[in-house]
């Protein structure tokens, strides 16, 4: 399981982890708590569903929804680091886009954006385009999510 390799070496590395989730609300957190000894690495998550909430609570540029909306990269890049801040963790990791059943903010369904960034460095964004139901959509996020929380780790040099 992805999420046990991602919280093992985050344990190894003493460092912890938040998530700022939309499109996922709640689940990649979920994930990563049910893996025993979570809590020794795992911040917590904030489920920022609403625009207003983004913007309060992880910083998200107020300015950037208003033109951009929420399925945006940078939204996702301005909310990881704002995870980070918000809970004081080493890295953040976040999810925002369109699970359906209809397309939101001109954007298809299964529109979807991860970034992942270690505290202070600059966000990793990765872009979706995802098949399927809601559920699915919501699910496959969350395992890329995890893939890219794995490959940022292997990726860094511990700066």
């Known amino acids: ?49 609403a625009a207003d909430v983004k913007a309060a609570v992880l910083g998200v540029s107020a300015a950037r929804l208003a033109s951009h909306g929420t399925v945006d990269p940078q939204v996702a890049a301005e909310m990881a680091l704002g ?3 918000v809970l004081n963790s080493d890295w953040g990791v976040a999810t925002t886009g369109v699970a359906g059943p209809e397309p939101s903010e001109g954007k298809r369904v299964g529109t979807a954006y991860v970034a992942v960034v270690r505290a202070g460095g600059e966000p990793v964004i990765h872009e979706l385009h995802l098949v399927g139901n809601r559920a699915k959509i919501r699910a496959a996020v969350v395992d890329a999510a995890l893939e890219f929380i794995d490959a940022a780790l292997a990726a860094d040099d511990g700066q």
């Not at 609300?25 to 998550?45: C, K, M, N, Q």
């Open 83 to 85: 995870v980070c801040r």
């Open 1 to 49: 399981m992805r999420a046990t390799q991602v919280l093992a070496d985050l344990a190894v590395r003493g460092e912890t982890i938040a998530c700022a989730e939309s499109l996922t609300g709640g689940a990649l957190t979920a994930r990563l708590i049910d893996v025993p000894g979570a809590s020794r690495v795992v911040r917590g998550g904030v489920v920022a569903y």
